[in-house]
């Protein structure tokens, strides 16, 4: 009723204008009325203007307080992505949980203010701050991002108060919580029914405003930007304040701009640059002004010179990477791509807190350097773009996929160019290999000096800045560097301003990781296996230990290929590379050029190479492609001549060949089903029989007949003596020795020569670890997102103090999530394990936005992750007792990660 107007009453001020022995009468006399009046059972005047009075002064009036002052924080601590057009309200995301302190302090105050002054009699509420209180609630739960119970409370509100205005305020909120939850099939009708009835008078027209705001930014959110333009300018006729005008004409810009209408959105820019808008919005205003520019445009210099002059201004240090996006997108307007990407280069380097901008200006760069193509400069940049870009981008999953097979080329080209140089130096002479060697070692020595001495300079200039410090901020004297507060934030932020958000990783110091593509280091497990590569394979002597010493000259000549064996690797890894680099061009790519020159290469350089057959099919079907039937046919006839019984041929011959291929390989598929089943029922003879059928009919199935062979052998072992199931898996071992059974055979032998005899399983294949415990657990624990959920924390008793862990615990819950009425529980997991329980969520949703929250309580998990010996998951009510029963907590851990964390 009274929920947008505001009271503000000075208590002291009442009392301070009565003297003493008048305020003792008045004391008298309010508590002779308060204890006449305070009851709600009795509809009347004094308990009336008493339960109003005191509902509005006392309760619902802090709690408005406390949402006004919440509210003035939470916008405070919202950050606008300028880089994506903004939307009319930035309520932020599920992520942040600092909303939700004054969220529940203003729910407490709202419901106590309905529980002890609520006077309802013959359908009728009769004190006034009751609706109002509701509407508290609402809006409070609205603020905690906890959607549905606010819509709930909008629903009851229209409902229960249909004969009062309040329910258009109530209408606009639910509004906004259906459009907040995605769910604008609901919300957009809601705003249509309050606009419907402010056009016919039946509403206010205060709620014009807002209900055309909202249904831009309904539009907005869904990225409709179009749809918006109507409403935004609708609410611009309205007159709103200055702030929310100014993020209108900014919005505005921004969709003129996307929609590549330049003068609309300079128009736009120019209004918000004439009002009084907050630095950063005036900033990228000016940004986004400069990237109006077109090269029709007359004013080019002045822009380039604004810009350049921004540079140098000292409250744009945050802001230089934009600036040079800005200067980059002039230049390739310009087509000047030189200083585009010298620019853009800039921008990447010098991000330090925004990583949305750091993204795509390493993702332009990118683009650019793949349409050279240059592209390993490219993989750099959509390397770096990976690390920052958000899910939600637009192309992603294209993106993340172009990145990961320029990574797959880039090993494959790096891993050719190191065995390249590799065998120039085993080429040389010894003195010759030495003094470049020696050369490495030299500019090893010298940058590790220069290192040193800038390690040095940093000191000092530090020391200075701490005894300036100490000097200037006596009041902070004696107090260790951690427990000073101020001191600790201005570190923070410095290295924040600096280094910008980092992932704690290996060369963490890197922004622009185009530069690691040129270090002198090489990883150890690319390096070649010294004894697979040659040597004595019959010396029982341990392998020499790699050196890790670049100063020394072992460190270089250990990869060097000086014998024929250790060559022979090399040139095999080259060779292998180059194929699979021809493959990556045309398959990942589409780059004919390059992979036909790959494998052109690869045939010149290697004559001898194994898979020459399918080389020469790859080329003949690439020049085929081009339409160069010359090229084609050259191709065809060496493949034809030189190996007429390979697939390759025949499918030149027969372009049904694989088809037909394909068709067997269903058949001995089917043969192997029956098999397999034979083999579990225990029809031995069966299983004996269809391994020679497999081996009669379907011998180019490689990967079948082993698992045929397997199959055998164990029945062999079931029907006559152990020796020979033995000889048939000897066999299997020596006829397939790559193949995954392989390594089964061995298990089987292994486990024949053990004291306890075989344990055979028939089915068991190769699987790495991880795979291995996942389908354990999928075969034990089901997923239930709507089941009732607990928090699970498990630690080592003998290095944390549970009791003082759960008090923590129990102070954050009732902090942070106060109306959840949680309870911290423990019991003993093992000997070593204490298992803490905190229940109950509703769902796993409600339980997954609390494992986020507490997640990032550094209050509960500094001291934890110092052990690092605890683990922390949700659960469902049905999966408890089966982990507990278990208590395999790496297996529970791979299903929770899979169905929790790698969900949306």
């Known amino acids: 009723m009274r929920f947008s107007s505001y009271t503000n009453i000075n208590y002291q001020d009442l009392i301070s204008t009565k003297k003493y022995t008048l305020a003792g009468i008045f004391l008298l006399l309010a508590g002779t009325f308060f204890f006449s009046a305070c ?160 056009t016919k008078g039946e509403a206010p027209p205060k709620y014009e405003e807002k209900a055309n705001l909202a249904y831009a930014n309904s539009y907005i959110l869904q990225r409709n930007y179009d749809a918006a333009i109507p409403y935004l300018n609708r609410a611009l006729e309205l007159n709103p304040k ?84 800005a200067l980059a997108q002039i230049s390739l307007t310009d087509k000047d791509t030189i200083h585009a990407i010298d620019y853009l280069g800039k921008s990447v380097s010098t991000s330090k807190t925004n990583n949305y901008q750091r993204a795509i200006s390493a993702l332009q760069l990118a683009d650019i350097y793949f349409s050279f193509p240059n592209y390993p400069k490219a993989q750099a940049y959509y390397d770096s773009t990976m690390q920052f870009l958000p899910v939600d981008f637009a192309n992603y999953k294209a993106i993340k996929k172009k990145t990961a097979t320029l990574t797959d080329l880039v090993q494959q080209l790096q891993l050719i160019g190191r065995e390249d140089s590799l065998q120039s130096l085993a080429a040389m002479s010894e ?216 697939d390759y041929a025949k499918l030149l011959i027969n372009p049904d060949y694989f088809k037909e291929l394909a068709t067997k390989k269903s058949e001995s598929s089917k043969l192997y089903e029956i098999t397999y089943k034979a083999f579990l029922n225990q029809q031995y003879y069966m299983v004996i029989s269809n391994a020679a059928e497999a081996h009669s009919h379907y011998k180019s199935d490689t990967s079948l007949l082993p698992r045929f062979d397997y199959l055998r052998a164990l029945s062999l072992g079931k029907i006559e003596v152990a020796d020979s199931m033995t000889v048939a898996l000897l066999k299997i071992q020596q006829d397939y020795p790559r193949s995954p059974v392989s390594s089964l055979c061995q298990e089987v032998i292994n486990s024949l020569a053990s004291p306890s005899g075989p344990g055979v399983q028939a089915g068991k294949t190769p699987a790495d670890s991880n795979s291995v415990l996942l389908k354990a657990a999928e075969s034990i624990y089901k997923f239930d997102s709507t089941a009732v959920h607990f928090y699970i924390l498990i630690v080592n008793n003998l290095k944390v103090d549970v009791n003082a862990l759960k008090i923590k615990i129990a102070d954050f819950n009732s902090r942070m999530h106060g109306l959840d009425e949680l309870e911290v529980n423990s019991l003993l997991f093992d000997n070593n394990q204490e298992m803490i329980t905190v229940s109950n969520f509703d769902n796993a949703p409600k339980a997954m936005q609390y494992f986020l929250s507490i997640r990032d309580s550094k209050y509960i998990f500094t001291k934890l992750e110092t052990s690092g010996d605890y683990s922390d998951f949700l659960i469902s009510v049905t999966n408890y007792p089966v982990l507990y029963r278990n208590k395999d907590i790496r297996k529970y851990i791979k299903f929770f990660e899979k169905n929790y964390l790698e969900k949306p």
């Open 431 to 646: 003195d010759q290999r030495n003094k470049i060697i020696d050369r490495l070692i030299a500019n090893y020595l010298a940058s590790e000096v220069k290192k040193n001495q800038e390690e040095q300079v940093k000191l000092q200039n530090q020391m200075f800045a701490n005894q300036e410090e100490k000097m200037n901020t006596s009041s902070t004297q004696g107090r260790w560097y951690f427990y000073n507060a101020a001191t600790l934030a201005n570190g923070f932020s410095a290295f924040g301003k600096k280094w910008g958000r980092r992932r704690l990783e290996d060369n963490w110091f890197l922004t622009d990781k185009a530069i690691t593509t040129t270090t002198t280091e090489t990883p150890a497990d690319t390096l070649p296996d010294l004894a697979a590569a040659g040597g004595d394979t019959t010396s029982k002597k341990k392998p020499e230990k790699k050196s890790t010493n670049p100063k020394d000259r072992k460190y270089y000549n250990q990869d060097i290929p000086l014998t024929p064996a250790k060559l022979l690797a090399s040139n095999q890894k080259i060779m292998d590379a180059y194929y699979k680099a021809g493959f990556i061009y045309i398959e990942g790519l589409n780059d004919y050029g390059h992979s036909i020159e790959s494998f052109e290469t690869l045939l010149k350089k290697y004559p001898d190479f194994p898979r020459k057959a399918q080389t020469y099919f790859e080329l003949y079907s690439l020049y085929k492609d081009l339409k160069n039937d010359q090229k084609s046919d050259y191709y065809r006839t060496l493949l034809l001549t030189g190996y007429p019984e390979s």
């Open 242 to 325: 200055v702030k929310i005008k100014t993020r209108i004409y900014f919005i505005l810009g921004q969709i003129y701009q996307k929609q590549d209408d330049p003068d609309r959105a300079a128009a736009m820019y120019t209004q918000v640059l004439k009002h009084n808008s907050a630095y950063e919005m005036e900033f990228n205003a000016k940004i986004n002004l400069a990237q109006c520019y077109t090269n029709k445009s007359t004013d080019r210099e002045y822009i380039v010179k604004k810009l350049k002059k921004m540079l140098k201004d000292e409250k744009n240090k945050e802001y230089l990477d934009q600036i040079y996006y």
């Open 39 to 198: 009851s709600t059972k009795k509809n009347t005047w004094t308990r009336r203007t008493y339960h109003n009075t005191t509902a509005h002064y006392n309760v619902y009036w802090n709690g408005m307080d406390l949402m006004r002052q919440g509210i003035k924080d939470y916008d405070a601590q919202m950050k606008d992505n300028f880089s994506l057009v903004i939307p009319v309200y930035n309520f932020g995301d599920k992520s942040g949980n600092k909303a939700a302190l004054f969220a529940d302090n203003a729910i407490k105050k709202a419901s106590k203010t309905i529980q002890k002054h609520s006077m309802f009699f013959n359908h009728k509420e009769y004190c006034k701050w009751i609706d109002d209180a509701y509407m508290l609630i609402g809006i409070s739960y609205f603020y905690k991002r906890d959607y549905p119970m606010a819509r709930r409370t909008f629903e009851f509100v229209i409902k229960t108060y249909n004969d009062n205005d309040i329910k258009y305020n109530a209408m606009f909120w639910l509004a906004m919580a259906n459009v907040q939850m995605g769910d604008y099939n609901r919300g957009e009708p809601m705003l249509d029914m309050l606009l419907n009835k402010i």
